[in-house]
């Protein structure tokens, strides 16, 4: 009996794939990194958009979540075994399994996330992470209230040290005397997904004043906002030696009855800095904008523009394999404003940033990337 079935969703695949051919629609396949489509950071941008790409130009989507890494080349294989039109890994961890399934399959277009492969049927969508992490870094430094941040990466791999080097680069501009605190969850792929790791962290960095923690670790990042949730400030009487509050941006900005609650007396707000995609809201803890969020930015990471151009070209017989970098000037990275945070960031620091921003576009700062 588990062998008919077996057969018959095998069947049923196979004759929704050729249909789909037969009709003309664009297939397109997207195998996902650890931490799952809906990680609210890297992976969900990419699910976005072919989201985007599926509404506006009519293709059809199928993804692939694998439960252990070592499966992602069987789901890329998978996809291209049914002919999809395109194929897309996500994350530089799954570079060896498409750049392989692309050289079985010479004749079909394949997407790689993060990282360039050798293959010549890959458009590999790499992004200047540094660009947009000295952004928020310079808000960063502008804001804390310590002259201690934080930063909390995800794997220790080049990848996430360009975020960290671009941080650090744009607190240091902002405040020079500006102390970055960097910790790593681990050396492993599960680094991405271990938010109690990270919870961890941001504990041990505000116990050394650290009131600005920017998490660049995927899923992991949800344990720095879950952290900042429960805590919300940092108390005068519970600073570390050497440090002191020097500033208090947000005195005047209405904070919420259960804040005045647990941080009455002396203290100044916490703040997370989101990544990937906008997570200013997860910072509206009391589900009201109007009153002080936690998400003071994000670091915007484009990767859902990128995956819908690479669809569109694929669509439009455009398809071109090689590197695409995406930085400031091709807005593949940036700073989020909306509601939730545009009471803590005044339209003066917002025109210091911009500015800042064309600097960097025009080559007058060169942002390190390590």
Not at 88 to 107: C, H, L, M, R
Not at 124 to 132: A, R
Not at 141 to 159: E, I, K, R, Y
Request: include cysteine.
């Amino acid at each position: 009996m588990k062998k008919f079935l077996t057969l018959a969703l095998a069947t049923a695949v196979a004759t929704s794939a050729t249909l789909a051919a037969a009709q003309g629609a664009t297939r397109v396949g997207i195998a996902f990194d650890a931490g799952g489509k809906f990680d609210k950071s890297f992976n969900q941008s990419a699910w976005e958009g072919t989201q985007r790409a599926q509404k506006n130009l009519g293709v059809q989507v199928k993804d692939f979540e694998p439960s252990d890494p070592s499966q992602t080349v069987q789901g890329i294989r998978s996809f291209a075994n049914q002919g999809f039109d395109l194929t897309i890994g996500v994350g530089f961890a799954n570079n060896a399994s498409v750049t392989q399934v692309a050289k079985e399959n010479p004749d079909l277009a394949f997407g790689l996330v993060d990282d360039i492969s050798p293959a010549k049927n890959v458009a590999s969508l790499v992004f200047s992470e540094q660009e947009g992490s000295y952004l928020v870094g310079y808000l960063a430094g502008l804001n804390s209230s310590t002259g201690v941040v934080g930063f909390v990466g995800g794997m220790d791999v080049p990848l996430i040290h360009k975020f960290e080097a671009g941080y650090t680069a744009g607190v240091k501009a902002a405040n020079p005397r500006a102390k970055v605190i960097a910790q790593y969850v681990g050396t492993t792929p599960d680094a991405w997904n271990n938010p109690g790791k990270a919870k961890e962290i941001a504990a041990s960095m505000r116990a050394k004043g650290a009131d600005i923690i920017f998490a660049a670790a995927g899923a992991s990042g949800n344990g720095v906002i879950d952290y900042v949730k429960q805590t919300q400030c940092l108390k005068a009487a519970n600073l570390p030696a050497g440090v002191k509050f020097t500033s208090d941006n947000f005195k005047t900005v209405s904070k919420s009855a259960s804040y005045k609650q647990a941080c009455a007396g002396n203290t100044r707000p916490m703040f997370f800095i989101g990544v990937d995609s906008n997570q200013n809201y997860l910072g509206d803890f009391d589900k009201n904008p109007a009153t002080l969020n936690h998400g003071l930015t994000s670091m915007m990471k484009r990767v859902d523009n990128a995956v819908y151009a690479l669809i569109k070209d694929v669509k439009d017989n455009k398809f071109k394999g090689g590197e695409r970098r995406f930085g400031l000037k091709e807005n593949g990275v940036g700073y989020a404003m909306d509601q939730y945070n545009k009471v803590l960031i005044p339209s003066s620091q917002v025109l210091k940033v911009e500015a800042i921003k064309n600097q960097i576009i025009n080559g007058k700062i060169k942002v390190p990337t390590q």
